[in-house]
């Protein structure tokens, strides 16, 4: 048949089994330069007449590319996942990702639309990558390494934005954008040059530079402040390796109430491997104490809001073995919670339990998923991302009548050396160095940035992604204008990690 080619990519590709049979080619990693070759080989194919099966061989020959029709999944005879293989010669067993080594021109003509969006702005991507090694995230891991551009280059990108669109404000992105060796120079140069402009940092540090960064962009409008502590006590934020402690959220609500601000609004997960309930009333006294110190310096008008989000595993995590809480161990932490921000006067919202489990078994599936997929697709599943169309009972039937059971998928811890079903998808993070921090979760055994200091072995420093065997150009960026420094705050010391 000559049906269109369905091409997908982005983060949900790294572990695409559960949607593989609705898919015929998944660009792995970044795709900037996967877009021109695929424009190339359409050109060909039209030219040539080219049938569909070769076509699909012609993308799965090219680099970071997975085309599921030649790979075939294996399961033991108990059920378990075995592998997933090439099933014609020439093909790579494991497909590792595409990375550009610099990051691209940025866009600076994208489409206007003609009604309101929920981002309604301009937007630059300063850098790109995260390091920091939160051992939950799968972003900071599947991203690697850090690139950035220079301040020069965001005024430059900015100045054609504005000229194009007619925007009024401007989003600075990354996934944490006052971890930006020059973030100060590059606000202080974006606000010097158009004084109107209003800029937004969606992603912030928990710590009083951050605040100071935020200082430099507010324009006078102080209204709410966002910060990530994500875990409600030092020992899980260890576990987690999220280096922050509590005087860096305290600090921080301290100077933004101090400048101005009227509003505090921290996320945490709950549901984290090793939990205990002191950790969950860990963020209701860390939710009262920043509420105190914001009547302290603005009154009544203080307002703290905690959100939490209910802990997924994700694929290329540490976590990835990890099992996820069920709904019946997270519906009494969300009550705990409730009544706790209630008693210190704090607002408080939670994801649906129901979401997160759902989510935890597409995340975490291998290719049979997909016939549950198709199933609640016709039992009426639509746009279930939106609250108001979700309806858990229509998964809950095409579970059982496929004869998959979800728990198996989600509630499992799973063995470090089980084969995973996505083993064939290298995100350049090696294994063994996963392996390394999922064990270093259960001593709280911590590792730093490796922009502070020495290559914590993650892998891609030997990461094979332009097919020239060498490393990705020592991690393509090794900052010597330590964040650490900049910040003139006290880091946690980690420790490069030798793996066994």
Known sequence: ADDPLVIAGGSGSFNPEPIAPFIDAF???????????IASLVRRWKRDQTPRIERLRDLARMPGTYVPTFYAVHYDDDG???AVEPTEPGLPGVIGRRIVEQL???????IVPFLQTVHDRAAVEIQRGCTQG???????MIYRPSRERSPAEVVE???QLLQNTGYDELSLLSLSTTDHSE???MVEALTAEFPALKISIPSTRVDSFSVDVAEVVAKGKKHTLTLAPEAGSQRLRNAINKLVSDDDLLGAAENAFQRGWT???MYFMVGLPTETPEDVQGIVDLARQVKQIG???VGGRARVRVSTSNHVPKPHTPFQWARQETPEELTPKHYLLKDGCRQAGVEFSWNDPEDSYLEAVLSRGDRRISEVIYRAWELGARFDAWGEHFDGSRWRQAFSDVGVDPAWYAHRERDTHEPLPWDHINSGVAKSYLRGQWKDVFTGDTVADCHHGSCNVCGMQKFDALGENAGVADCVVKLDNLVALRRNAKKFEGESIELV
């Open 80 to 82: 378990h996942f075995r």
């Open 263 to 265: 509003g505090i609004k």
């Open 295 to 297: 009547k302290r310096h």
């Open 157 to 159: 990108t900015t100045r």
């Open 183 to 185: 973030i100060v120079p």
């Open 104 to 110: 691209p021109p940025a866009l600076t003509r994208p």
């Open 134 to 140: 939160c051992r939950f995230c799968q972003a900071g």
């Open 27 to 37: 660009i792995l990693g970044e795709g900037e330069d996967a877009v021109s070759e």
